[in-house]
């Protein structure tokens, strides 16, 4: 049975500085790429979380050293072989990141993971590899579990891919295909969510080395090494969200350090959105600093860049002054869970008034009242939950342990920003 957390109320402004560990995504993709690579890579600082341990699980299941040295990672890469299995747990960087790459390992790799994988859309990645010259035995829903007949190579070429429901599709297939005999020119058969995600792989990609150019269509990457680099992972910013969301919910201030002045994570766009909700945001010699400044304004949005941000947002459109319309978010149904229906559960339980729309969400606040929500094994409904709560007096969550997934201590983490845990930790008074 899982357990139930009653979520902090808080009446009074935040005032905090919350340093946040490394981004799920980032590590994600150094991990891949090193483990890809043509020597050894040093990962600096990267996510421990359930998502990128199962990464980090599946890559030594293939053949890859991953050594611990005190907080970084060293990945040798090694000759990638089955026969395998892989617990993608329910990490969608595990599940569409690792097939292309148990492509070019010799022998079957079966990947599965919890039961809410197999409902997670795949179906477009599954039908790439076979395009590409690679055997793959599913159920013929192109969901997982499935099994990957690897045999050493992978031919590689010209693709049409379908990603209309997971950009992580596309960055799969881009990852592996310098080691590809013909590299990959992929088209896109129609849209791709999430774009600054697949930005974030053609970076990650240019800085191994690999030539990687985007076409008409798509992108094309050429056959060829992969350089083995060291890097230092960025903080993850979409796991900020609730933090600086705290900020405008209780008209306080939130810092969150080492702000990268550039990246591809979509969190980036934190501080326009929060910005268009009546935050103040500045960039300080510290990090970014939200200040909530009384009121939370409606947000009417296109979040398909940017859905992993939505449970968050959603939240704060429940505590608004207006109606919130957040639209391009449809594939969220494939997400943890189908996001949208948990968000109007969620909502709904705390007095908003919420609609679904095909691709999104419309949220009236209403009279706020309490409630026991569940967390549907989302780590960012559990983040949801939690910003709900401090607004509204007796907000619990079942199944809190969902967090594990990016962020294994946010609860401490919460209550140190709050002043209600072990002061000085991860979080202390704002500056
Ligand atoms: O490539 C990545 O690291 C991710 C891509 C996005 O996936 P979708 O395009 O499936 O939304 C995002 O939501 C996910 O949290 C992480
Ligand atoms: C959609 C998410 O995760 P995944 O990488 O499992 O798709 C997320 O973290 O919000």
Redesign the pocket.
């Given at each position: 049975m899982s357990s139930v957390w009653t979520t902090p109320h808080h009446g009074t402004p935040v005032d905090a500085v919350v340093p946040l560990p490394g981004s799920?995504?980032l590590t994600?993709?150094a991990l891949v790429l090193a483990a890809l690579a043509g020597g050894p890579s040093r990962v600096v600082r990267p996510l421990r979380a359930r998502d990128t341990d199962l990464m980090a699980a599946g890559l030594r299941a293939l053949g890859v050293r991953i050594d611990e040295d005190g907080d970084d990672w060293l990945v040798a890469p090694g000759a990638l072989r089955g026969p395998a299995e892989v617990d993608a747990g329910l990490a969608?960087?595990v599940l569409?990141f690792l097939p292309p790459v148990a492509a070019l390992a010799t022998g079957p790799v079966r990947l599965d993971g919890d039961p809410r994988l197999g409902e997670r859309p795949n179906a477009g990645l599954l039908a790439a590899l076979r395009d590409l010259g690679v055997r793959v035995d599913d159920d013929g829903r192109g969901r997982a579990p499935f099994t990957v007949h690897g045999t050493g190579g992978v031919r590689g070429g010209a693709v049409t891919v379908d990603?209309s429901?997971?950009?992580?599709i596309v960055?799969g297939l881009l990852l592996a295909a310098a080691r590809f005999d013909d590299g990959v020119d992929l088209a896109l058969a129609g849209g791709?969510?999430?774009m600054p995600?697949?930005e974030?792989?053609v970076t990650a990609l240019g800085e191994h080395g690999v030539d990687v150019v985007a076409t008409e269509r798509g992108w094309r990457v050429l056959p060829g090494p992969i350089a083995p680099r060291d890097r230092v992972v960025e903080p993850d910013l979409?796991n900020a969200a609730p933090f600086l969301a705290a900020a405008l919910v209780t008209g306080g201030r939130v810092t969150v350090p080492d702000w990268p002045a550039v990246t591809t994570q979509?969190g980036a766009q934190l501080d326009r959105l929060l910005g268009a909700m009546g935050a103040e945001v500045e960039r300080t010699p510290e990090g970014l600093r939200v200040t909530g400044t009384g009121g939370i304004a409606p947000l009417v949005a296109d979040l398909g860049d940017v859905?992993?941000l939505t449970p968050v947002l959603a939240a704060l459109c429940a505590l608004a002054d207006g109606t919130s319309r957040l639209t391009g978010i449809g594939?969220?149904r494939?997400?943890e869970t189908d996001r949208l229906q948990a968000l109007d559960e969620v909502l709904t339980a705390v007095g908003a008034r919420v609609e679904q729309l095909p691709d999104g969400l419309v949220v009236e606040p209403g009279p706020l009242r309490p409630a026991l929500v569940d967390s549907y094994a989302d780590h960012r409904m559990v983040h949801a939950a939690a910003v709900l709560g401090l607004a509204v007096d007796g907000v619990a969550v079942s199944g809190p342990e969902a967090v594990t997934k990016t962020l294994p201590d946010f609860r401490e983490r919460w209550d140190r920003m709050l002043g209600t845990g072990v002061p000085g930790a991860t979080a202390g008074a704002g500056s």
């Open positions: 799920k995504s994600a993709r969608g960087t569409r990603a429901e997971s950009s992580q960055s791709v969510p999430s995600h697949v974030m792989t979409s979509p859905g992993e594939h969220l494939g997400h």
